[in-house]
């Protein structure tokens, strides 16, 4: 793990101070959902020193989606404080891992024990809890475990870019603040209580002279918000044009932190024209995108290919500050404690259009990245890195000495996700890849492959492997005797748990009835973690509905007209009551709760059960994906879409009756998963990931190979990449398409792309 993850940003400038900061420096919790850059965090630095709290910091990444990373981070970031701290918990964890044992007692413990060595002057902040994937598991836990265990006195501030549903456990003192993504005027950002006081803007106003007009203040335009002397005017000889060009500068400045902090270094750092003719932009993200390039213009190649380093890491160590000083330092580093530094989020957007094509780095470079960051101990950035590049080989290499810590550690969700980027054969190859898959597909309770490995495991071992096999061999039989204790179903053969939730993690609640049902892909259900099976087509059809129609509780005779249309009333009656019956026995042999009701015609679930649907999240992280590239946040954005790509196993239903009632929502799920590759496909070229967006275009093109522009998207992919044979090679696969399928050409756009790739011009 990079160390400036858990490290706090150094006191800042004036412009990061805010109230909202000053209010959560007083105790209690805090709950600020605001888009990237509207805050700048060294000012809750500043905040919480000035009362006297030193905080305890966690800047959370994709990683810490799984339980067993988010709680080595926080361990890692309260030993900072309190050395030795968690020696106990990690131990336990050990012995007795998360993912099959569940992960609740832990984080009890966890909590326990930091409310019992908490410091009594320090505070927690978790920073981009965004990151996590906010309808899994790892957030929920800590907030339920974890931040709500500290006395009231000690501040916990959560922060996000995005909603975090796990933070209403928390009955937060103060309501989370929400800003909305394209809020720009003073009056919605004055009642969000997030923006500049109206008495700090006049002072940003001269460098912007000239490029946005001044005048005297008897003007007929006033800016919004100000009152008379307060800022600049627009003489009678100004159009409403300009007018509104600094109307919207004035927003801009008034409801972004990091516009005025740019401000600030473009004043001293930039010649006035550029300035203003950067704050022509018609957003912050076009602002701030023309001023890196103003401030960038004089950094040589070598430099800026510097800076496209960094883009992939986001941290900057002490020994590579000259990189944040030299020739591309500027308000997108933020200085962190034990002279680290990290890119700011705001910022990646507009330094990657900024730099072009020197955003773009080969796979070579990638590769040495990737090798540094193993040596740094940043496995979580790296090995995603290689599986994006399809080394193999190099990824092995990575996961070798890794394997064996990251079961120890709980990390079995992680590594298997690592894990599904290798072949069977590479793995049957390695034995230290095989013990590890082992465990990981025993607690995905594939147990006749699982037993499979351990056997080949164990034939394989030499004999200076014969201490680790003890603890091999001893893990297997323990997992059986937990399930045993518990009263769980040992896996049967060929059984596959549905992927995530509670039956992944082994996350649950006492005393609550929990049901976790996937639709996407082959219908999967389980009952506080306990997979369910044995039912029939019927069986699935009805819990299908009654699970996506459960907010609308349909009548019986709505029931079954959607499940028999056009059936005998009497005929459908009895199908209905057989599929209910037959629904119930198959819960019955994991719970004695009831799960389907009826009350006065209406077959329904248990009202007091908690249902979580996968269909339910994977369109909220679509949602969410949207909003946050209308809102210029790419980063974010990808996260979100990564996530949604996570859940889509396959087609609505895929393993059902063809129902005529989930017909269109299967089409239309389809066409929601393709447009979502699509935009990540987007993304991904954009960011300088060609090797992503190759993989999604290919996705996309399995499905419809119609889709134009994600052919031209894969040939630019391929060319980027230093394979444009490839590239002229799909433009034929294209048009061949195009003309067997619908008697056309493919369009100019087409066309043109492919003679830059055959004239091998930049693409």
């Known amino acids: 793990m990079l160390a400036g993850k858990v490290l706090e940003p150094v006191r800042g400038q004036a412009v990061a101070a805010h109230s909202v900061f000053t209010d959560a420096a007083r105790g209690g919790v805090t709950v600020l959902v605001v888009p990237p850059g509207r805050l700048l965090t060294e000012g809750l630095t500043q905040s919480l020193l000035d009362a006297g709290r030193r905080p305890v910091w966690l800047r959370l990444g994709t990683e810490d989606r799984d339980p067993a990373t988010l709680l080595l981070t926080m361990v890692a970031a309260v030993r900072r404080r309190v050395p030795g701290f968690g020696v106990d918990l990690l131990r336990a964890s050990a012995a007795r891992p998360g993912p099959i044992f569940g992960w609740d007692r832990l984080y009890q413990a966890l909590g326990e024990a930091l409310a019992g060595s908490f410091p009594a002057d320090a505070a927690l902040v978790i920073d981009h809890a965004d990151r996590v994937d906010p309808y899994g598991p790892a957030l929920e836990l800590a907030c339920r475990h974890v931040i709500a265990a500290l006395p009231e006195h000690i501040p916990r501030v959560v922060i996000g870019h995005a909603e975090l549903p796990a933070t209403r456990l928390l009955r937060p003192g103060r309501a989370p603040t929400a800003l909305p993504a394209h809020t720009a005027s003073w009056p919605a950002l004055r009642n969000c209580g997030l923006a500049l006081p109206t008495g700090q803007i006049p002072q940003m106003w001269p460098a912007l002279r000239g490029g946005l007009g001044t005048a005297p203040d008897t003007g007929p335009f006033p800016a919004p918000g100000l009152g008379p002397g307060t800022g600049p005017r627009l003489g009678a000889g100004a159009g409403p044009g300009r007018w509104l060009r600094r109307r919207r500068a004035t927003g801009m400045l008034r409801g972004s932190a990091a516009v005025r902090a740019a401000l600030a270094f473009a004043r001293t750092s930039l010649a006035d024209a550029d300035v203003a003719q950067a704050f022509r932009g018609s957003s912050s993200a076009a602002v701030l995108t023309s001023l890196a390039q103003a401030a960038l213009a004089r950094a040589d190649t070598g430099a800026r290919r510097a800076l496209a380093h960094i883009l992939q890491v986001g941290y900057v160590a002490p020994a590579d500050q000259d990189a944040v000083t030299g020739p591309v330092q500027g308000p997108w580093f933020q200085p962190l404690a034990d002279g680290w530094w990290r890119l700011r989020t705001v910022w990646h957007g507009p330094l990657v259009a900024?730099?072009?094509?020197?955003?773009?780095?080969?796979?070579?470079?990638?590769?040495?990245i990737s090798v540094r960051l193993l040596r740094e101990g940043a496995a979580e950035i790296a090995v995603p890195m290689l599986i994006a590049l399809g080394d193999q080989q190099l990824l092995v290499e990575a996961l070798r000495p890794a394997a064996a810590e990251m079961i120890g550690n709980g990390q079995w969700s992680t590594l298997g996700r690592w894990l599904d980027a290798l072949p069977a054969e590479i793995i049957e190859a390695e034995p230290?890849?095989?013990?590890?898959?082992?465990?990981?597909?025993?607690?995905?309770?594939?147990?006749?492959?699982?037993?499979?490995?351990?056997?080949?495991?164990?034939?394989?071992a030499s004999g200076a492997d014969q201490a680790d096999l003890g603890v091999i061999t001893q893990r297997q039989p323990d997992i059986d005797i937990d399930r045993d204790s518990r009263g769980l179903p040992r896996p049967e053969a060929g059984s596959s748990r549905p992927a995530g939730g509670p039956s992944e993690t082994g996350v649950t609640v006492p005393g609550r009835l929990e049901l976790v049902v996937h639709v996407l892909g082959p219908l999967a259900a389980a009952v506080n973690g306990q997979p369910v099976g044995g039912w029939g087509a019927r069986q699935r059809s009805l819990l299908a509905y009654l699970v996506l129609h459960r907010a609308a509780a349909p009548p019986r005779e709505v029931v079954m007209e959607a499940l028999w249309p056009g059936a005998d009333p009497a005929a459908a009656r009895n199908n209905l009551q057989v599929a209910v019956h037959g629904l119930r026995r198959v819960f019955r042999a994991v719970t004695s709760s009831a799960i389907v009701v009826f009350d006065r015609g209406v077959y329904q679930l248990a009202p007091e059960m908690v249902v979580s649907v996968d269909l339910d999240a994977f369109e909220g992280h679509v949602q969410a994906g949207c909003r946050l590239v209308d809102a210029g946040c790419p980063d974010e954005a990808i996260v979100q879409w990564e996530a949604a790509m996570a859940l889509y196993r396959g087609d609505f239903l895929a393993d059902g009756r063809s129902d005529d009632w989930a017909v269109p929502a299967r089409e239309q799920l389809r066409l929601t998963y393709l447009d979502a590759l699509d935009q990540l496909s987007v993304l991904y070229l954009d960011a300088g990931r060609p090797a992503m967006c190759a993989l999604l275009c290919r996705q996309i093109l399995e499905r419809d190979p119609c889709r134009e522009d994600a052919h031209r998207r894969l040939m630019r992919s391929y060319s980027r990449q230093g394979q444009p044979h490839l590239a002229l090679l799909q433009f034929r696969t294209c048009a061949d398409f195009l003309a067997r399928e619908l008697r056309v050409a493919p369009a100019p756009a087409t066309a043109r792309l492919h003679e830059k790739v055959r004239r091998h011009e930049p693409i």
Do not use: C, I, K, Q
């Open 354 to 368: 900024a730099l072009g094509d020197d955003a773009r780095l080969d796979p070579a470079t990638l590769r040495g």
């Open 432 to 460: 230290a890849l095989l013990d590890a898959a082992a465990h990981v597909t025993w607690s995905r309770g594939r147990a006749d492959l699982a037993r499979r490995w351990f056997d080949a495991r164990l034939t394989t």
